[in-house]
């Protein structure tokens, strides 16, 4: 019966996906590969995983669902007779399991692994191969997580900011901002050439425009912790959102509109605040929407 029962739960586990629109898939070690540009293998040897963490497979993504229930009847033999082994105590080989950050994926040991899910036990001993992702892998990210954090290795390559500035951590939740944000530093680097009269390396743009127009806000984000009123957002999606509410201010209220009056009238109309937003909209309709009282409104909260 435990594979009738591990065939209903991937069914109630589609289910439970479809409502609530979270992927249910297990991640193909080929994309996260590809896409992240993992690179170098190091053999670490026999170890104890927790098998939350497995989230992926080498081949057989398709055939088990994230939680590693099956999801055909054709399993169904191969998954018994492992499932009756670790009934009988029989011990059983590692699995083998490739890891990339936090994430594992299992090249060989499908049914080992799909039967200790099922039978709820915590950890699997596993040959575990590492590879290196330039970007941080987590277990609990999907297919578009992959995808933005692919984006984001590719603007590193590019950019080569996690060289300049190791501790920076420019991550965003939505894709296409990274392409945005080489827009950015090309127009910083155009500005400051300008202003130096003199060519610009790639390199020192890149370093300019963080230290001078990327760090300054997020520590504006950070100083009037704004980040609360956006739940499950980051600085950097902050980071663009903002500049994009300051140049539709200047736009309607002339280029003196600075930075700071900015961010408090974006707060007011965007954060998760509904009654705060509500009173400063009205506010602004019945003052005629002149600049003076759209940005007077915000500062004066």
């Known amino acids: 019966m435990d594979f009738e029962m591990a065939r209903r739960r991937a069914f109630w586990n589609g289910l439970g996906s479809f409502l609530s629109r979270r992927s249910n898939q297990l991640l193909s070690w080929s994309d996260v590969s590809d896409a992240l540009g993992v690179r170098g293998s190091v053999y670490q040897g026999v170890q104890a995983v927790p098998l939350e963490k497995i989230v992926g497979s080498v081949e057989r993504y398709r055939d088990f669902d994230r939680a590693f229930m099956p999801k055909r009847n054709e399993i169904g033999p191969r998954w018994r007779a492992i499932a009756d082994a670790h009934y009988r ?34 950890f699997v001993d596993a040959r575990v191969t590492e590879a290196c992702a330039r970007v941080p892998v987590t277990a609990d990210m999907d297919a578009a997580d992959i995808e933005i954090r692919g984006e984001y290795a590719r603007f590193l390559e590019r950019t080569r900011l996690d060289v300049l500035r190791p501790e920076q951590n420019v991550q965003f939740t939505v894709g296409g901002a990274y392409e945005r944000l080489l827009d950015h530093i090309a127009v910083h680097r155009h500005a400051i050439t300008l202003e130096r009269g003199r060519s610009v390396s790639e390199d020192e743009a890149v370093c300019d425009w963080y230290d001078r127009a990327y760090l300054p806000l997020v520590r504006l984000i950070r100083e009037k912790d704004i980040l609360a009123g956006f739940p499950g957002r980051t600085e950097a999606d902050l980071y663009l959102w903002l500049m994009d509410h300051q140049d539709d201010l200047r736009e309607r209220c002339g280029p003196g509109v600075e930075t700071g009056r900015a961010t408090d009238h974006f707060v007011d109309h965007y954060a998760a605040q509904p009654f705060k937003r509500m009173v400063h909209i009205v506010r602004e309709w019945i003052a005629g929407l002149s600049c003076d009282a759209v940005l007077g409104a915000a500062a004066g909260g």
Not at 98 to 107: E, K, L, P, S, T
């Open 89 to 122: 105590s029989v011990r059983l080989p590692p699995v083998t399991l490739y890891r990339v950050g936090d994430a594992y994926f299992v090249v060989d040991g499908h049914h080992r692994v799909s039967v200790a899910r099922r039978r709820g036990l915590s």
